[in-house]
């Protein structure tokens, strides 16, 4: 069965300082998760974060302390069990750990599919498309530059719908900020801002006024994730679309979030979802509430970002887009053949699992000693 669990941790510097109001990101840790099974067949997962502890639950380390403690003899241990038995199997031993659930559960899918001889996405239910939009997050901290960034990508070709990162400026500073953006890059734009939980939800009443009157799409996790009260007033408040992040932590949350109504997208993410199969789940909870669906990121890098396309894809309504630009934040490579952006799109590999080859040499000399 399994051979091997293996967990590596790779910093790799960020194209420019990637500013949030939980952190600022110079680099960011990837974390690899390689499982080799007895007959030879490696299987990728990836369970990275964003800025240590400052975003989620668990960080590089403690995924990496955790993989190697105890997801990993449990795994080898395991006989004559499918990949379904073994996830039930980790879910009864082991309490939380989303994100290294997931990417255990991605390196076991992907082994599966190439069993198969199958793109991961058909072993979800099968791709309904064959490439996902991607937008851009603005986030250098400087207006000036944000547009500069901006009108190159769409020039490029690469993205024509941005994602605004705010919070960490009195909330008048940042919806001017937002404004000047959304003014300089012209009505057929569209803007997003994530808060990432900054506001108070008096704040929020405030910001988001402003931003719906300028012209704004979207408005991401105003509030404290687990303030549900404040998320449902603001969503029956406002016209504009009020979205979910760091409140969905999974298909309960999701089931928890729909009752109330407390938001009208749901940024799904594979990390927080604890997995490919979890965020289907979310996605079907969101199709059964008439929630909007976006396909997020923790900003991982290509392992986690191809493995979210592939859920993604399946998704009947995505019709906010996703994301998914992790790899083209990095300044290195850790592909042997990187991932395909063109058209505004992320294309869709059709090989079988994950359809990608990874450069072990490259991720050796890269790899946290
Ligand atoms: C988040 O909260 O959305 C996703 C894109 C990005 O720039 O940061 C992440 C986290
Ligand atoms: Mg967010």
Redesign the pocket.
Known sequence: MYKSVETILVDIPTIRP?K?SVATMQTQTVVLIKVTTEDGIVGWGEATT?GGLS?GEESPESVKTNIDTYFAPLLTSVKNLNVAQTLKLIRKTINGNRFAKCAIQTALLDIQAQRLGLPLSELLGGRLRTGVPVLW?L?SGDTEKDIAEAKKMIELKRHNVF?L?IGSNPVEADVEHVLAIKKALGNDISIRV?V?RAWSELEAIRGIQMLQDGGIDLI??PCALDNIDAMERLTRKFDIAIMA??SLSGPQSAYQLAKRSAASVF?IKIAQSAGLHEACEVANIAKLAGIDLYG????EGPVGTIASAHAFSTFENLAYGT?LFGPLLLTQEILKTPLRYENFELVLPTGAGLGIELDEDKIDNLRRK
């Open positions: 990637h949030l964003i975003y997050v986030a994602k990162k994530d990432n991401e996790q992040d760091e940024a997020g990121t923790m900003l994301e």
